[in-house]
C-alpha cells in the first residue's frame, strides 16, 4: 500500500536538505576560508562541486529511475548526504571539502531525480501540478530557514562544524520517512523503456523545453547569485533581499496549482517571463529601497520557472519518463556551473569599462554590477519571444494527465 502523504513529506525533507546544504554551507564559507587559509579560486571551485555533482547523479538517477526503483536512489542519495556532511566536518583539508561538495552534490540531484517521478506517478493533473509546487517550495523555504540559522548561529559564536550538524537532522528525517514505505509504480504505458524515453526526448516539444531550460535556470540563478555581491554598495542589504526573493518564491509555489490551473502552464511560464524581465531590469536600474520591489517581481517571476518546466515535461512529453525530468533538472543545474564563471567574466570587463571612466569605490562596484544586471535582462526577455511561441504552439492541446 503506498503512503502518499508519507512519501511527499519524505521527499519535501530530502529538499529541505539540498536546501540547508546551499544555505549553511554558503553561511560558513568565511569561516572556512579563514580557517583553512583558502583562496577566492578555491572556495569558487568548492562550489563548483556542488554544482557538478547535482547534475551528475540527477541524470544517472533519471537513466535506471525505472530499473533500481526510487527506494534505491533515495538509500543512495541519504549515504551520499550523510557521508559528505561527516567528511565537512572532519576532512579538514581543501580536497576533503572537494570530495565532500561533491557527494552532498550526488545526494542532492538523487532526491531530484526520485522524488520529481515519483510525485509525478503519484497525483496527476492539476494535483500533480501543485504537489510538485509544493515541494519545490521548500528549496527556497529551506534557504530562507537555513539562511537564518546560519547567520544567528555566527552571530552567536557557534563553531562551523555545529552549523553543519543542522544539515543531518531534516537528512535522517528523510531517511526515516522513506524506510520501508511501497512506492508508486508508473502510471504511463511504455515509459519505462528507456528506448522510448530517447525516442519522446528527440521531439521537437522537449529540444525546446531543453534549451528554454538554461535560460530560465539562469534567469533564476544567475541574479540570485550575484545580486548580494553588486547591491552591496547599492543602499540595500543583501541579506534582506535574499529572504525576501526565497521567501516569497516559497509562498508563491504554495499556491502555484491554483495558478497552473487558470492561467495553464504556458500562461504561467510567459508571465513569469515578463515578471522576470521587469525584476532583473530594476535591479539593473534601480538602488535603496527600491531593491526591494524589484525583488518582488523577481521573485514572482522565477518562482514558477523550475517546478512548471518539470511539470510541463511530465504532462506533456510523458514518454520521456523519469529520464526526461531528470535531464531537464540537470540541464538547468549543469547550466550554472558553466554560466557563473561567465558572469565573473562580464563583472571583470565592466569593472574595468567603469574604472577606464574614472570611477572608483563604491560608485564603480555598483555601476559595473548593474551593466552586468543589463546583461543578464536579455534571458528573461528572450524567454518572453520563446514562451509566447510556446504559448500559441500548445494552445487547444491538453495536457496526457490533465
Same mark, same amino acid.
Given at each position: 500500500?503506498?503512503?502518499?502523504?508519507?512519501?511527499?513529506?519524505?521527499?519535501?525533507?530530502?529538499?529541505?536538505?539540498?536546501?540547508?546544504?546551499?544555505?549553511?554551507?554558503?553561511?560558513?564559507?568565511?569561516?572556512?576560508?579563514?580557517?583553512?587559509?583558502?583562496?577566492?579560486?578555491?572556495?569558487?571551485?568548492?562550489?563548483?562541486?556542488?554544482?557538478?555533482?547535482?547534475?551528475?547523479?540527477?541524470?544517472?538517477?533519471?537513466?535506471?529511475?525505472?530499473?533500481?526503483?526510487?527506494?534505491? $536512489?533515495?538509500?543512495?542519495?541519504?549515504?551520499?548526504?550523510?557521508?559528505? $556532511?561527516?567528511?565537512?566536518?572532519?576532512?579538514?583539508?581543501?580536497?576533503?571539502?572537494?570530495?565532500?561538495? %561533491?557527494?552532498?552534490?550526488?545526494?542532492?540531484?538523487?532526491?531530484?531525480?526520485?522524488?520529481?517521478?515519483?510525485?509525478?506517478?503519484?497525483?496527476?493533473?492539476?494535483?500533480?501540478?501543485?504537489?510538485?509546487?509544493? @515541494?519545490?517550495?521548500?528549496?527556497?523555504?529551506?534557504?530562507?530557514?537555513?539562511?537564518?540559522?546560519?547567520?544567528?548561529?555566527?552571530? #552567536?559564536? @557557534?563553531?562551523?562544524?555545529?552549523?553543519?550538524?543542522?544539515?543531518?537532522?531534516?537528512?535522517?528525517?528523510?531517511?526515516?520517512?522513506?524506510?520501508?514505505?511501497?512506492? *508508486? =509504480? *508508473?502510471?504511463?504505458?511504455?515509459?519505462?523503456?528507456?528506448?522510448?524515453?530517447? !525516442?519522446?526526448?528527440?521531439? *521537437?516539444?522537449?529540444? %525546446? $523545453? %531543453?534549451?528554454?531550460?538554461?535560460?530560465?535556470?539562469?534567469?533564476?540563478?544567475?541574479?540570485?547569485?550575484?545580486?548580494?555581491?553588486?547591491? !552591496?554598495?547599492?543602499?540595500? !542589504?543583501?541579506?534582506?533581499?535574499?529572504?525576501?526573493?526565497?521567501?516569497?518564491?516559497?509562498?508563491?509555489? %504554495?499556491?502555484?496549482?491554483?495558478?497552473?490551473? =487558470?492561467?495553464?502552464?504556458?500562461? &504561467?511560464?510567459?508571465?513569469?517571463?515578463?515578471?522576470?524581465?521587469?525584476?532583473?531590469?530594476?535591479?539593473?536600474?534601480?538602488?535603496?529601497?527600491?531593491?526591494? &520591489?524589484?525583488?518582488?517581481?523577481?521573485?514572482?517571476? &522565477?518562482?514558477?520557472?523550475?517546478?512548471?518546466?518539470?511539470?510541463?515535461?511530465?504532462?506533456?512529453?510523458?514518454?520521456?519518463?523519469?529520464?526526461?525530468?531528470?535531464?531537464?533538472?540537470?540541464?538547468?543545474?549543469?547550466?550554472?556551473?558553466?554560466?557563473?564563471? #561567465?558572469?565573473? !567574466?562580464?563583472?571583470?570587463?565592466?569593472?574595468?569599462?567603469?574604472?577606464?571612466?574614472?570611477?572608483?569605490?563604491?560608485?564603480?562596484?555598483?555601476?559595473?554590477?548593474? #551593466?552586468?544586471?543589463?546583461?543578464?535582462?536579455? @534571458?528573461?526577455?528572450?524567454? $518572453?519571444?520563446?514562451?509566447?511561441?510556446?504559448? @500559441?504552439?500548445?494552445?487547444?492541446?491538453?495536457?496526457?494527465?490533465?
Amino acid at each position: 500500500m503506498v503512503n502518499d502523504s508519507r512519501l511527499f513529506n519524505a521527499s519535501c525533507f530530502a529538499l529541505i536538505t539540498t536546501a540547508f546544504s546551499f544555505s549553511i554551507r554558503a553561511g560558513i564559507l568565511p569561516q572556512l576560508q579563514t580557517e583553512l587559509n583558502l583562496t577566492g579560486e578555491e572556495v569558487g571551485v568548492i562550489n563548483s562541486m556542488w554544482f557538478y555533482g547535482f547534475p551528475l547523479s540527477m541524470i544517472i538517477g533519471g537513466l535506471v529511475y525505472h530499473s533500481i526503483g526510487p527506494k534505491i $536512489i533515495m538509500q543512495f542519495a541519504f549515504f551520499a548526504h550523510f557521508v559528505g $556532511i561527516i567528511l565537512t566536518i572532519y576532512g579538514g583539508s581543501y580536497i576533503g571539502l572537494l570530495i565532500s561538495t %561533491f557527494l552532498i552534490g550526488l545526494g542532492n540531484g538523487c532526491t531530484e531525480a526520485a522524488c520529481n517521478p515519483l510525485i509525478a506517478d503519484t497525483y496527476s493533473g492539476a494535483k500533480m501540478n501543485t504537489m510538485l509546487n509544493r @515541494f519545490h517550495m521548500w528549496f527556497p523555504g529551506g534557504i530562507v530557514i537555513g539562511s537564518l540559522l546560519s547567520e544567528f548561529m555566527t552571530t #552567536q559564536g @557557534f563553531a562551523w562544524q555545529t552549523q553543519i550538524w543542522i544539515i543531518l537532522i531534516p537528512t535522517i528525517i528523510y531517511a526515516f520517512l522513506f524506510f520501508g514505505q511501497a512506492f *508508486p =509504480k *508508473p502510471k504511463v504505458e511504455g515509459v519505462t523503456s528507456v528506448g522510448n524515453n530517447l !525516442k519522446a526526448m528527440a521531439t *521537437p516539444l522537449f529540444i %525546446f $523545453i %531543453f534549451i528554454c531550460m538554461i535560460l530560465t535556470a539562469t534567469t533564476e540563478f544567475g541574479p540570485q547569485q550575484w545580486v548580494g555581491l553588486i547591491l !552591496k554598495s547599492s543602499g540595500a !542589504k543583501p541579506m534582506l533581499i535574499l529572504a525576501l526573493v526565497t521567501g516569497l518564491m516559497a509562498v508563491a509555489r %504554495f499556491f502555484g496549482g491554483a495558478i497552473i490551473h =487558470k492561467f495553464d502552464q504556458t500562461g &504561467v511560464l510567459l508571465g513569469s517571463a515578463v515578471l522576470a524581465t521587469i525584476g532583473v531590469y530594476l535591479f539593473s536600474t534601480q538602488t535603496g529601497t527600491m531593491a526591494y &520591489v524589484a525583488a518582488i517581481f523577481f521573485a514572482m517571476g &522565477v518562482a514558477y520557472f523550475w517546478p512548471t518546466m518539470i511539470g510541463f515535461t511530465a504532462e506533456r512529453v510523458p514518454l520521456s519518463g523519469a529520464l526526461g525530468m531528470s535531464v531537464i533538472g540537470g540541464i538547468g543545474m549543469l547550466s550554472q556551473a558553466f554560466m557563473n564563471p #561567465q558572469i565573473g !567574466k562580464w563583472l571583470d570587463t565592466a569593472k574595468a569599462e567603469q574604472t577606464a571612466k574614472g570611477l572608483q569605490g563604491e560608485a564603480l562596484e555598483l555601476a559595473a554590477g548593474q #551593466q552586468v544586471l543589463g546583461t543578464l535582462t536579455l @534571458f528573461p526577455l528572450v524567454l $518572453i519571444v520563446l514562451f509566447a511561441g510556446l504559448y @500559441f504552439w500548445q494552445r487547444g492541446k491538453k495536457p496526457v494527465h490533465a
